[in-house]
């Protein structure tokens, strides 16, 4: 277990960690910093362990929804982490909102499996492999599924 | 379309700010000396730099060897490395001058090659032809009136020695016949093309009187 690992598996995971975080606090900064510092704190500890055979991302996803659950217990949230789409409180600049407003309203009209792919792919920035890895699923498979589901999406935009 | 300039949009409105993960980075290296205070140095550090500094030390004492000596020749392990520097060194001569320059000096490495292989009374019947091949490109190099009388008049001179001791070198395999490498036919028929290469030339009749001169050992068919 050495640093120079530890820093590559952090510039690696970093975006994606934060970016799953902070759709799921309500686009608060704030959170989600304080949130993407304690998974990392808590991967930190356990890294000694990780086993470099299995999926890095797997590994730092499942910390993450996990601190998540946690977060949510402790502030007494109810909702699933995975019903969320884009989350927005109200606080922030309405300009900045304005240009996701309307991906936000078709991907919830979409299914809950789609809107995961599409996030994870498109906002998260992971890799087919890596989300196969995440969701136990063959990179053939996730790449199939995640273009039906941005067809479905593009589907909506039309249909608008 | 709209699709994808939306999701770039959410992606960088969920893009952490420099400054959190400079942050955070150091945070986490902090805890990280706390949590693993035996881990200072890793395995690359310890394994790979000694090695790595050591193959490049090794892979540049090789090459400025194989490069050096004339002890390597034809056969010897570094010699495709000299042979591949040199012909880097011979890309870089852009004018006639410096380029007759480059082959007068592969000439004279050459015939040290050849005389080492004639020591050594190598079996190798062909160390001779790439002394013939750089006499022969100095010789064409010879027969055009761009290059300066003085360099002209060097030149002529230093190929004058070397053609003296390729001929030494010559008799010596003619006169020493021992077994193995080249045999009088083959080393005459050299001397032989060596001089119609000079007679053919355009050199002045001067010239090539100097240069035919040299050569006391008579082609085959004399």
Redesign the interface.
């Given at each position: 277990?050495?640093?120079?690992?530890?820093?590559r598996f952090?510039k690696k995971h970093?975006?994606s960690v934060?970016?799953f975080l902070?759709?799921r606090v309500s686009?608060n900064r704030e959170v989600?910093?304080d949130l993407?510092?304690e998974v990392?704190?808590k991967a930190?500890?356990a890294f000694?362990s990780y086993d470099p055979k299995k999926s890095e991302s797997a590994w730092i996803h499942t910390i993450a929804r996990n601190h998540l659950k946690n977060h949510y217990r402790d502030t007494k949230k109810t909702e699933d982490i995975d019903d969320i789409v884009?989350g927005y409180d109200g606080q922030r600049v309405e300009d900045?909102i304005d240009?996701?407003r309307?991906?936000r309203g078709?991907l919830a009209k979409l299914e809950k499996k789609d809107r995961q792919l599409?996030e994870m792919k498109?906002?998260q920035?992971f890799k087919y492999k890596e989300i196969g890895e995440i969701l136990k699923k063959s990179t053939g498979a996730v790449r199939v599924e995640a273009h039906r589901a941005?067809k479905k999406?593009?589907q909506l935009?039309e249909s608008k | 379309m709209?699709?994808?300039k939306?999701?770039k949009?959410?992606?960088k409105?969920?893009?952490?700010s420099r400054a959190?993960?400079r942050v955070?980075?150091v945070?986490?290296?902090q805890?990280?000396?706390k949590?693993?205070p035996g881990?200072?140095i890793?395995?690359?550090q310890v394994v790979l730099v000694p090695l790595t500094v050591f193959v490049v030390v090794m892979m540049a004492g090789a090459g400025t060897y194989a490069y050096a000596s004339p002890e390597v020749t034809q056969r010897h392990t570094l010699y495709p490395i000299k042979a591949g520097i040199e012909s880097i060194e011979g890309k870089f001569h852009r004018n006639l001058e410096s380029d007759m320059q480059f082959h007068m000096r592969m000439m004279d490495r050459r015939l040290d090659e050849s005389e080492i292989l004639f020591e050594r009374q190598q079996d190798e019947e062909n160390y001779l032809d790439p002394v013939e091949h750089e006499m022969i490109i100095v010789i064409h190099g010879l027969d055009t009136d761009d290059l300066d009388p003085a360099m002209r008049l060097m030149i002529i001179q230093t190929l004058n020695m070397h053609q003296v001791r390729f001929d030494q070198l010559a008799q010596q395999i003619i006169y020493d016949g021992t077994c193995g490498g080249p045999h009088e036919e083959m080393v005459r028929n050299k001397i032989g093309n060596i001089r119609v290469q000079i007679t053919e030339s355009g050199l002045s009749e001067e010239e090539k009187r100097a240069l035919l001169e040299s050569f006391l050992l008579e082609p085959i068919n004399n």
């Open positions: 277990m050495y640093k120079s690992d530890f820093k952090y970093a975006d934060y970016r902070f759709f686009m989600a910093e993407t510092s990392f704190m930190l500890k000694a884009l900045e240009e996701i309307e991906l078709h599409l498109y906002i920035g941005l999406l593009r935009y | 709209k699709a994808n939306q999701f949009a959410a992606k409105i969920a893009t952490p959190f993960k955070l980075w945070e986490l290296r805890e990280f000396s949590e693993y881990f200072r890793s395995w690359r």
